[in-house]
């Protein structure tokens, strides 16, 4: 960066062009200011200021793509997990379904009934 006093006026020119792919491989992220830059590009006084904005921006929305990821993450495990509470659990073959309780209670009436008569 310090090698080439142009960089500072390629990297806002890129920029001002919508280039921020181009700023990026550039070096944008690298950019230190120093005290002649702001008289690098004629007309454009505030290049370290939009400079150090365009680093501040890009540092930012990567934090957010960042949380962003991290909540979907987040809510696919939530989502998941959930999913597995209200999954039915799995029954073995052998195993006999259960019966409600109002026809359990019948059933077994019906049982005591049958074992009162045959005594």
């Given at each position: ?93 052998d195993a006999k ?23």
């Open positions: 960066m310090a090698n080439d006093p142009a960089l500072p006026a390629r990297l806002l020119m890129l920029l001002l062009d919508d280039d921020v792919d181009g700023a990026l491989a550039a070096g944008l992220m690298e950019y230190v200011p120093h005290p002649d830059d702001a008289q690098r590009l004629p007309g454009h006084p505030d290049l370290p200021v939009r400079l150090l904005q365009a680093q501040q921006q890009l540092t930012r929305a990567w934090a957010a793509r960042e949380r962003y990821r991290q909540r979907a993450v987040r809510l696919g495990r939530r989502a998941a997990e959930r999913d597995a509470r209200r999954a039915p659990a799995a029954t073995t073959p379904p259960a019966l409600p309780s109002a026809a359990a209670a019948i059933l077994a009436r019906a049982k005591a009934r049958a074992a009162g008569h045959g005594a």
